[in-house]
Nanobody
Framework: QVHLVDSGGGSVQAGGSLRLSCVVS????????MAWFRQAPGREREWVASIVSDGRTQYADSVKARFTISQDNAKKILYLQMNSLKPEDTGMYYC?????????????????WGQGTQVTVSL
């Protein structure tokens, strides 16, 4: 069982930056993928970015060139660096883990989830 604890959210003004963290514990396969999702009130959970165990990354068009997903394998921490934040980036952000080693944009394929961390961007 993989356990995820995400943190780092907060309130910032448009144009600001935040870095989210997700601490991973428990057994993980050598080949896997992790992702960040977000959910705004009244909307479905939306895929933001993925990183695969071989280092491949992929981003949603809405965050490309502004967000960076990375991981510290030694510390088992997943990060999401968010720059040039916009009000439309507001939402609850969740890290997720899947033992399928590929970019997966559908939430239902993920086996473990963090509890979520709130990001609020104001004008």
């Amino acid at each position: 069982q993989v356990h995820l604890v995400d943190s780092g959210g907060g309130s910032v003004q448009a144009g600001g930056s935040l870095r989210l963290s997700c601490v991973v514990s428990g057994y993980t396969y050598n080949n896997y993928a992790m992702a960040w999702f977000r959910q705004a009130p009244g909307r479905e959970r939306e895929w933001v970015a993925s990183i695969v165990s071989d280092g491949r990354t992929q981003y949603a068009d809405s965050v490309k060139a502004r967000f960076t997903i990375s991981q510290d394998n030694a510390k088992k921490i997943l990060y999401l660096q968010m720059n040039s934040l916009k009000p439309e980036d507001t939402g609850m952000y969740y890290c997720a883990y899947t033992s399928f080693p590929s970019v997966v944009m559908q939430a239902r394929y993920y086996e473990s989830w963090g509890q979520g961390t709130q990001v609020t961007v104001s004008l």
